[in-house]
Structure formats: structure tokens, C-alpha cells
């Protein structure tokens, strides 16, 4: 009687033992199936919604926003300061894909007398010179429609 008892708590040890080391390798694939991308967006919290959609549930974004968005960092130096943002999440989190985001109505091009094709134009043109920088990842730009949160692929 007193070796069956035994062997059951042993065998409760085991099972016990069993499932923690499951949960262990679970949470880990969980952990590492996540990828981190990098998302550049305004600040306009009218496009909250739609960021949320640029990417999927294995997805995680490292969020680098601005008000003006692209033609934030296309004025002066900013680009080489992005550069130097997305070169340290590149090297921290092994980010593959990187999001550029302009807005319809955006506040910032608005103040210099631009609409949405300048946004176009300049989502292009981040997109190459990001390219040149940071050839091993991939880009993809989007126009966000402020009112409706669609957005449109920028080729
Ligand atoms: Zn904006």
C-alpha cells in the first residue's frame, strides 16, 4: 500500500513534470513565432484603427511615429536619424519587414501646401532610399484613407 502511494505521487511528479515542460516550449515558440516589424506612421490618432490592420497576429510593430509621417523625415537630416532607428531594431529584433505609412488629409503636408499626391510621391521615394540602406528587408508602403481607415498599397 505504502509503494503504491508512492509510485502514484511519483507519478503525479512526472505528469506535472511533463506538462510545465510543454508550457515551456509552448510559450517559446509562441515568443520567437512573433517577428518584429517596424511601422512608421503619424501621430494622427484618427489612423489608430488602420494601423492596427497593417499587420498579422505573428506580427509585432516597433512603432515609429511622428507627426508628418514620411515628410517628417524627408526634410533636413531626419532620414539619416530613421536610418539610424530602424538600423538598431534591425540589429535588436532581426526585422524583416519594414511599414512606411502616409495619410489622406494629413495636418503636416496640409502646412506646406500638399495633398495626397505629394504623399504618394514621397512614400516612393522613402521606399528607394530606405532600399538602399537596408536592401536585405522588405517594404511596403500604404496610403491610409483618414476617414474610411482603408488603406491602398503604394507600389
Ligand atoms: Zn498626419
Same mark, same amino acid.
Given at each position: 500500500?505504502?509503494?503504491?502511494?508512492?509510485?502514484?505521487?511519483?507519478?503525479? =511528479? &512526472?505528469?506535472?513534470?511533463?506538462?510545465?515542460?510543454?508550457?515551456?516550449?509552448?510559450? =517559446?515558440? =509562441?515568443?520567437?513565432?512573433? #517577428?518584429?516589424?517596424?511601422?512608421?506612421?503619424?501621430?494622427?490618432?484618427?489612423?489608430?484603427?488602420?494601423?492596427?490592420?497593417?499587420? *498579422?497576429? #505573428? %506580427?509585432?510593430? $516597433?512603432?515609429?511615429? *511622428?507627426?508628418?509621417?514620411?515628410?517628417?523625415?524627408?526634410?533636413? #537630416?531626419?532620414?539619416?536619424?530613421?536610418?539610424?532607428?530602424?538600423?538598431?531594431?534591425?540589429? /535588436?529584433?532581426?526585422?524583416?519587414? &519594414?511599414? &512606411?505609412?502616409?495619410?489622406?488629409?494629413?495636418?503636416?503636408? /496640409? %502646412?506646406? $501646401?500638399?495633398?495626397?499626391?505629394?504623399?504618394?510621391?514621397?512614400?516612393?521615394? $522613402?521606399?528607394?532610399? &530606405?532600399? #538602399?540602406?537596408?536592401?536585405?528587408?522588405?517594404?511596403?508602403?500604404?496610403?491610409?484613407? =483618414?476617414?474610411?481607415? $482603408?488603406?491602398?498599397?503604394?507600389?
Amino acid at each position: 500500500m505504502k509503494k503504491c502511494l508512492t509510485f502514484q505521487k511519483f507519478n503525479r =511528479t &512526472l505528469v506535472c513534470a511533463w506538462v510545465m515542460l510543454f508550457l515551456i516550449v509552448a510559450i =517559446t515558440l =509562441t515568443v520567437y513565432a512573433e #517577428e518584429t516589424v517596424i511601422l512608421i506612421r503619424c501621430a494622427d490618432p484618427r489612423i489608430n484603427d488602420a494601423c492596427t490592420k497593417l499587420f *498579422n497576429n #505573428e %506580427e509585432r510593430p $516597433a512603432v515609429i511615429s *511622428n507627426t508628418g509621417s514620411i515628410k517628417y523625415f524627408l526634410l533636413g #537630416e531626419r532620414l539619416s536619424d530613421l536610418r539610424d532607428q530602424i538600423r538598431l531594431l534591425v540589429h /535588436k529584433f532581426g526585422v524583416k519587414k &519594414l511599414i &512606411l505609412t502616409n495619410h489622406t488629409h494629413c495636418g503636416f503636408y /496640409k %502646412e506646406l $501646401a500638399l495633398g495626397e499626391e505629394a504623399e504618394v510621391t514621397d512614400l516612393r521615394d $522613402a521606399k528607394k532610399k &530606405l532600399l #538602399e540602406s537596408f536592401p536585405e528587408v522588405e517594404v511596403r508602403n500604404y496610403l491610409i484613407d =483618414t476617414e474610411t481607415s $482603408a488603406f491602398t498599397p503604394v507600389e
